[in-house]
Every structure is written in C-alpha cells, then in structure tokens.
C-alpha cells in the first residue's frame, strides 16, 4: 500500500505567484516526520523543510511552508512567491518511528516567466 | 565543509560482477541510508543504519548488502548485479534526533549490462 502519494505529477505556477504541492500519508506510527525534499534538473537532493507528528506550529523556512493537517494526514508544501530557480522536483516524505524513509513519487514543478 | 561523499559517480558494469558503492560521511551522524532512484519511482530505501553495527532493510533490500563497520562509512554491495538493478543511487546521513535533516551524496549513477 501506498504510504506516501503525491497526486500532482506536474504543475506550472507563474512566477511571484505561490503554490501548493499536494502529499498525503498513511502511518500507524503516533511518533513519525515529514520532509520535502528538492531536486533540481543537476540531480542534487536539497533538505527545504521538517515537520514531526508532535509538532503545534506548522513548520516554515524562508518561502517554504509546510500545511500539516494530521486528522487528514496531509502535509501539503507551500512556496510563495515562486521564482524560476523554484523549477524542480520537488518529494514529499516520511520518516517512520523506525527510522524506514518513505518517499513519494515526486511533482515536477514548472515556473513560467 | 559537510558532505556526503559517494565514490564511484559512474560505473558500467557487466551482470555478476561484484561491485562496491562506497559512502562516507564526516559530521558523525548516526543514521546512514541508500536509496535508489528510477524513474516515476521517486526514491525507494534499500537499506538504513540506525548506529554502527546496526542495519535494516529499506524498502528493495533484495540483491544489495550493507555494512556499517565504522560510523562514517556506509558502503554498498552488489555480490552479483543484475540489469534491473541500472539506477540512480544515493546515500544519504543525519542525526538520529529531530529535525533528521538528511545530507545526501551526489549520487551514483550504476548501469549493468
């Protein structure tokens, strides 16, 4: 069973404009962390952001956000104000209390000029 | 500098012939992982090492050894590669306390003939 799914194979935004990018999970674990990962067209993994299951706030960095919704195990990825440099793939994943890392199968993010 | 370092970046292989994937990491993390990325795939966990002498299977472990003898080395072994086994490899390290800010290699890119 699918435990990490991203339903947005590609999107295009307009550059300034923000964007959502869509992941939600399945986990029985009460303890777990979700992440959104980026991968430029040059292949490096890039860290953008955290959330644990215990966490109150929702987690930002910079331009980042991440939309936890835990009743409806979501953990939607937020940019605003979208740059051209934002044009990736971007994975959403999950860290199990284990340690096992999940990841989806990723959205291609297009930003238009 | 902090890095992971992942060594060969390319290799051609031919089907049985034991290779070893090597990954090192210099910020004393605890945790290591490989990953293997295909296309519409996204990244799937082989194996992962929660400390030294402690491993555990990912996701596809089949046809793939580790072994985490030192805590900076993680390497990956293919006693006897097979074609579907040609992909992108990463490895990846991070503390074993929250956020788990995985540091990723520059991947590996494995072609078996």
């Known amino acids: 069973a699918q435990k990490i799914t991203q339903t947005q194979p590609g999107m295009f935004v307009q550059e300034k404009e923000a964007v959502t990018l869509d992941c939600t999970y399945d986990t029985s674990d009460p303890s777990y962390g979700l992440f959104w990962y980026k991968q430029p067209s040059s292949g490096e993994m890039i860290f953008l952001i955290y959330q644990g299951s215990y966490d109150q706030q929702n987690a930002t960095e910079g331009r980042y956000s991440l939309n936890f919704q835990k009743a409806r195990k979501s953990a939607n990825l937020v940019i605003s104000a979208s740059q051209l440099g934002d044009s990736a793939m971007y994975f959403c994943a999950m860290r199990e209390e284990g340690g096992k890392l999940i990841f989806g199968q990723g959205t291609e993010l297009s930003v238009k000029p | 500098e902090a890095q992971v370092t992942q060594n060969p970046r390319y290799l051609i292989t031919v089907t049985g012939k034991k290779l070893t994937v090597t990954c090192s990491q210099n910020?004393?993390?605890?945790?290591m992982s490989w990953y293997r990325q295909d296309p519409g795939l996204g990244l799937r966990q082989i194996y992962y090492s929660m400390n030294v002498e402690v491993t555990d299977k990912g996701d596809v472990p089949e046809g793939y050894k580790v072994s985490r003898k030192e805590k900076r080395n993680f390497p990956l072994i293919l006693e006897s590669p097979s074609p579907n086994q040609t992909s992108l490899y990463f490895c990846a390290s991070s503390h074993r306390l929250p956020p788990y800010e995985q540091y990723f290699g520059p991947g590996t890119r494995l072609t078996v003939t």
């Open positions: 910020m004393n993390h605890e945790y």
